[in-house]
Structure formats: C-alpha cells, structure tokens
C-alpha cells in the first residue's frame, strides 16, 4: 500500500526500485531534477509539466523544471491563489482530473482554461512530513494515464524523489562549504611573497593564521635575513588591521633621545631642535601595527615607556605633560636571544612577558635548504620581471653548490649573490663561479677523526634536508648509493651495540 491507499503492481514497484536507483546515484541537485521530470512526465504520458520547489525557510516557490512549456506558462498555473499547485501544497495530497475544464477543483485557473487542458496531475513531493515542493503535469491529449493507479505510482515515485533531492542538496551545501573552507584556507596561508615548503616553514605559516586576526604581542626571533619584517608586514597586511598603518622604526644603534621622540613625539621646546609639536610614529600607527625591529637594544627609559604602551594604551610626547590614548598591534624583532637579555638585567622580564605573548623563531635557511631551489628561482622570476628579460638559468652544478653553502646572512645573502651572480653571468647560464661563495661550508665542528666527522656531517646534512636522501647527497656531492651504504652501516654499528 502507498500514502493514496492504492496498491501497486509488481511491475511498478519493480519499476520504482529501478528509479530509486537511477535518481539516487545522481549527486548534482539540478540533472537530478531534470531526471525526476522525465520519468514523471514518461510514466503518465503528460507532454508537459514543472516541478517547483519551496525556496528555503521563505516558502516562495523557485522554479526548478519546465519541460515543454515556457516558464511565463508555468508561472500562470502556478499564480492563481486558488491554482492547483497551491492547493496540492496546501493539503499535502496528490489531486488529478481527466476533466480539467470542467473541474470545479481548477476553476480558479483561467490558464488551464486557455491551454486547452484536458488532464491534470499534481503530486507533492513529501519529505519527513513536509512537502519541500510538487510536480505539475498536463496534457491536452493523453488522458489514459491520468488514473488512480498511475497517480500512485506517481507519489511513491515523488516520495523517493523528494529524498534524493534532499539529498542532492546537502552534498550541495557540503560542497559550497567545502569550497568556502578551501578558499579560507587559501587565505590564510596565502602569504605569497613568503617562500618556502620545508616543514620549518609550514610551522611558520601555521603560526602565522592563528595569530593573524588577533591583536596579541608578537616576538619574531631569528638570525639576520630570515625573514622576520616579511612575516611582520604579512601579519600585519593579511589581519583585520590592514586597513590602517604598518609602521616601523629600526631601534638598534639609535641614541635614546632620538628613538624616543621617533616613537613618542614630543612637545615645541622640550629639547634643542624641537621647533614644534611632533606627533610620534605611535600616533600615526594608531588602530594598525607597529614593528619594532632590533628591540633587545632599546634604553630602559624607552623600555618603560613601552611598557605603558603595552599594558595601558597610554604615552606621552617627550615633554609633554598630557596622556594619548593608542590602540596598536606590536610585532617585535631581534636577532639576540631576549630570554638571555632579561637573565642579564638588559631587559626588563615585565615587558619581555608583554612583547613575548606569542615568540616565533624565524629558522636559518641552513636548516631549510630544501627551501634553497625554490627561493633561486623566486629572486631569478623577480630580477627578470623588473628587467623585463627572460629567467635567467642556472647550471645544476651551481645550484648544488647554493644547497651546500651555509648562508650566514640567511635569504638576505641569496638575494645579493643571486643578484651579484645575474650581472656577473652576462647573458649566459649562471655557473658556479658567478656565486662568488666559499667553495666549502663546513663549519663549527670539533676535531675529531675523519669517520666520526663523516657520520656527524651526513647526519646533520640529512636533518637539515628533512630526510631527503636524494637531495642530501645532492648537497653533499656524494651517490645516492653511497649515502645508503653509510646510513646501512651505521645502523648496523648500532644494533651491534645493542645487541
Ligand atoms: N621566506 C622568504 N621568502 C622570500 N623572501 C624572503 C624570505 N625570507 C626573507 N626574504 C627576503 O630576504 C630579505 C631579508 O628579509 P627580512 O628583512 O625580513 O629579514 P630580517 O629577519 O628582518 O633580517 P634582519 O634581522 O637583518 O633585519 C628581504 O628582502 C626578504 O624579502
Ligand atoms: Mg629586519
């Protein structure tokens, strides 16, 4: 028995199996639609007809189907408020008629009147309780079809529809939300001018969208070169803040004097050469960010005022009596280890707690040399299109040798010897010796014997390269076969001593 009270044929519910099948495996809501119409329309014989869904949570009726018919015709079926579609929707019940002229059911309906309608079936399509929306079929011919026994053929079929159209729209909405989590994801760790794929760097970038849209301190530390005022302006440019000012002011090897009315301002005659009120760069950066880079350096006066900054939003101008009122996000740099400082007594812990709410250690590009071929290339893509030349090439052997070097100046000494090497190499591929680098990098280590060294080297090269084998030997200038024998070896050293 189905929801009419009619039973069907074995050959329909054969048939309605097939098409539960058929409709179920079509994801996309809209071919699936289509799909419903046809069979719809082909077990009744209708030769025309629409199917409307409910549009959300505003029961307004969107259009989803017309087959045959304009969608101006549809509408004026639809309009009426007494039109059969209103009705269907309104009793959650099928209705037909062989008789449509003279259905007092249809009367409101001048179109039907219009068209020449002679049969009508209209089913809902029901779903937990709830009708989402309903098929509408005509003919102006067929009428054979238009009966009981098809009609409840036709809502069992709706029934099943209405399902997988659900269903269809969830893997909708799935798929939008998939996108929209794509394109955030995207964007936060969209720091394109930012290069770098080694896992160092993927924690870098991680860090980097959590901390982007909120205000807390940043504490960038890192040798020089490695990127630490990049991450700074990609905090800042990429964060709700971008809207208004990055500034930053270097405050290493400043004399105090000056640094302070740099940051604070001052007031017309608070010192000699103060010819008028100054605002100070804390003012302008009001509502964005401040960087301020080489911090470990600063003067405990500065150090002090700073701290007002940080824990009250509060400054006064050099020799002014009043206090401003700023709001603004500070990221700080230093390439010294400010933990250190503080246990020194250069730096105030108080405000080293301030600074440091959220550190981050920039990683030296010879702990990322997987980095090193793709950061080549960015520096040669970049000198070509402000040049407006093709990309210069670059041997293999002098890539090799860029891997191996240990870049005590980080990427800041990549791009001057990318640079140096461009002008250097004419209008040839650039060799090693345009790189005018250490033949040999290996530095820092304790005598010890040459096998010990060996070990330690690979090891340490083979850390430093994620455990790339291939690119190891690569940086070391060795086989990969050769690495495998030694790695073998050494493993087989140790399980002997375990043993
Ligand atoms: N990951 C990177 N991808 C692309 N360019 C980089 C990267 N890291 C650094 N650079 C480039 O290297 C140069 C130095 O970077 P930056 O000035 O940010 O370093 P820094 O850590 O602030 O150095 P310092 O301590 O000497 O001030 C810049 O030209 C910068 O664009
Ligand atoms: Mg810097």
């Not at 509408?136 to 079809?145: A, E, G, H």
């Not at 809207?243 to 009315?261: H, R, V």
Request: proline share 3%.
């Amino acid at each position: 028995m189905n929801e009419s009270g009619n039973e069907l044929s074995p050959e329909q519910q054969q048939a309605l199996l097939d098409i539960g099948q058929a409709i179920n495996s079509i994801p996309q809501k809209q071919p699936l639609l289509e799909k419903v119409m046809d069979i719809a329309a082909e077990a009744i014989k209708a030769e025309r007809g629409f199917l409307v869904l409910k549009d959300g949570d505003s029961n307004t009726l969107r259009m989803s189907v017309a087959l045959n018919m304009t969608e101006g015709a549809a509408d004026s079926i639809i309009k009426p408020s007494a039109s059969v579609v209103n009705k269907v929707l309104q009793e959650n019940t099928p209705l037909w008629t062989v008789d449509a002229q003279d259905d007092p059911r249809l009367s409101g309906s001048q179109s039907i009147v219009n068209l020449k309608i002679t049969a009508v079936a209209c089913v809902p399509l029901i779903l937990k309780g709830e009708t989402i929306g309903v098929i509408y079929l005509d003919s102006t011919i067929n009428r054979q079809r238009f009966n009981e026994s098809t009609l409840s053929f036709l809502q069992a079929f709706a029934n099943q529809a209405a399902l997988a159209i659900e269903n269809a729209r969830l893997i909708e909405a799935l798929q939008i939300e998939n996108r929209m989590l794509h394109t955030e994801l995207q964007r936060t760790y969209g720091f394109p001018e930012i290069i770098g794929n080694s896992t160092k760097m993927q924690a870098v970038f991680d860090m980097m969208s959590k901390i982007l849209h909120s205000d807390i301190s940043v504490l960038l530390e890192g040798e020089s070169g490695t990127g630490k005022e990049l991450v700074a302006r990609a905090i800042h440019y990429n964060g709700h803040r971008r809207d208004y000012a990055f500034l930053a002011q270097f405050c290493g090897n400043l004399s105090e004097s000056l640094l302070e009315s740099e940051l604070f301002g001052h007031k017309k005659g608070s010192f000699t050469g103060a010819i008028s009120d100054k605002r100070g760069l804390f003012e302008i950066a009001d509502n964005g960010t401040f960087f301020l880079d080489e911090i470990a350096d600063i003067s405990p006066t500065i150090q002090a005022k700073l701290l007002r900054v940080l824990q009250e939003g509060i400054f006064r101008r050099v020799g002014d009596t009043e206090d401003r009122k700023v709001d603004v996000r500070i990221i700080s740099a230093t390439n010294k280890n400010l933990r250190i400082e503080v246990e020194k007594g250069n730096f105030r812990e108080d405000l080293y707690y301030r600074l440091n709410v959220i550190s981050m250690t920039m990683p030296p590009l010879r702990e990322r040399r997987t980095d090193i071929p793709v950061l080549v290339h960015h520096v040669l893509k970049r000198i070509a299109e402000k040049s407006g030349q093709k990309i210069r090439k670059i041997e293999a052997n002098a890539l090799k040798a860029l891997t191996r070097y240990n870049w005590p100046g980080n990427v800041r000494e990549l791009e001057n010897t990318i640079e140096r090497a461009v002008v250097l190499a004419d209008n040839s591929s650039i060799t090693t010796n345009d790189l005018l680098i250490p033949e040999s990098s290996a530095e820092g280590l304790t005598p010890r014997t040459l096998k010990e060294q060996e070990k330690e080297i690979v090891l340490k090269t083979l850390e430093e390269c994620e455990g790339n084998k291939t690119r190891t030997a690569d940086v070391l200038g060795v086989s990969l076969r050769w690495l495998h024998y030694k790695l073998s070896e050494w493993n087989a050293g140790k399980t002997k001593q375990q043993a």
